[in-house]
């Protein structure tokens, strides 16, 4: 049991940050507030400082989270992420990880920035899968794009009823079954690669040094690389001219081997397993800017 309970975090009572700061080692740890209700995470968020180093900590709701984010960011290492100190788990308060603190600077959105963004996903798709100490997968595969397509059908259905209703002819329709169809036989013949399954501008940065990082990688598991495209391709890459081409580019270079083109069916599918999960995700927090996106998106498409 922990204080965390998977919903978007507010203030956290004092009492928790002094518990926490006495397992990191750490002097005190004062809560890290999200600078948007946007930015608002399920973890809890503590900066502070351990042995003279300053330090972040980051409060995990889940614990399968905590061990993809940790063992993901090992894996990549501070050339490309924030240095992972350490990491530990208390009965009351959960598991939680620490970082070492870094100044870091949001990119711009402009071509250069959408580069470096397909470069640093590169890395990631680059990554070996990480393995527990008994040799298996640390991270989940996605399920087939049929069966995440019907849970994603199902919780807007739940959340939000006569939205579905007004949708469902082309969330339902042949389009849609087709492209299900056609992003499943393309990912059966893909390979499974590390995805960062959260990706975007918001979790990439340029620290002090002047070095690019990715990081938060607690949503990762394994599948096609295109599903790691839906949250950025009509949102921030959609609003830099020459952006797509510009990701692509970066990206393409950025891999070990170049990959070739994305398959067209795999990355729509990531399009518009986006679209409904903002819809989703809009309905659960009352926020009808967030909503509008995920229209647009599903616009863009059919």
Not at 79 to 96: K, N, P, Q
Not at 139 to 157: F, I, N, Q, V
Request: net charge negative; charged share 25%.
């Amino acid at each position: 049991m922990t204080v965390l309970d998977g919903g978007l975090v507010d203030t956290l009572p004092r009492d928790l940050a002094d518990r926490l700061a006495e397992r990191v080692g750490a002097d005190r740890l004062r809560q890290v507030r999200a600078a948007s209700f946007k930015e608002r995470s399920s973890n809890g968020w503590f900066r502070g400082a351990v042995d003279g180093q300053e330090v972040f900590v980051k409060l995990y709701a889940r614990a399968d989270r905590a061990a993809a984010d940790r063992a993901v960011s090992a894996a990549v290492g501070p050339a490309h992420t924030t240095r992972l100190l350490g990491w530990g788990r208390d009965e009351r308060t959960g598991e939680h990880a620490v970082f070492a603190w870094e100044d870091c600077t949001g990119l711009p959105w402009d071509a250069r920035a959408a580069a470096t963004a397909g470069r640093l996903l590169a890395v990631v798709h680059d990554t070996p899968p990480p393995l527990g100490p008994d040799g298996s997968p640390i991270l989940a595969g996605l399920p087939t794009a049929e069966s995440h397509y019907d849970r994603l059908l199902a919780g807007l259905a739940q959340q939000a009823p006569h939205l579905f209703a007004r949708i469902s002819g082309r969330l339902t329709g042949s389009w849609a079954t087709d492209l299900v169809a056609a992003a499943q036989r393309a990912a059966a013949q893909a390979p499974a690669v590390v995805l960062h399954g959260d990706f975007s501008f918001r979790n990439i940065a340029r620290t002090a040094r002047g070095v690019d990082v990715v990081f938060d990688f607690e949503r990762a598991v394994t599948g096609p690389v295109e599903q790691d495209l839906g949250r950025l391709w009509d949102r921030e890459l959609a609003a830099i001219e020459g952006g797509h081409d510009a990701f692509v580019a970066g990206y393409r270079a950025g891999r070990a081997q170049d990959p070739g083109p994305f398959s067209t069916a795999a990355l729509d599918f990531a399009r518009l397993s986006c679209a409904v999960s903002t819809l989703i995700a809009a309905r659960r927090t009352r926020d009808p800017e967030f909503e509008a996106e995920g229209l647009a998106i599903l616009e863009a498409l059919t």
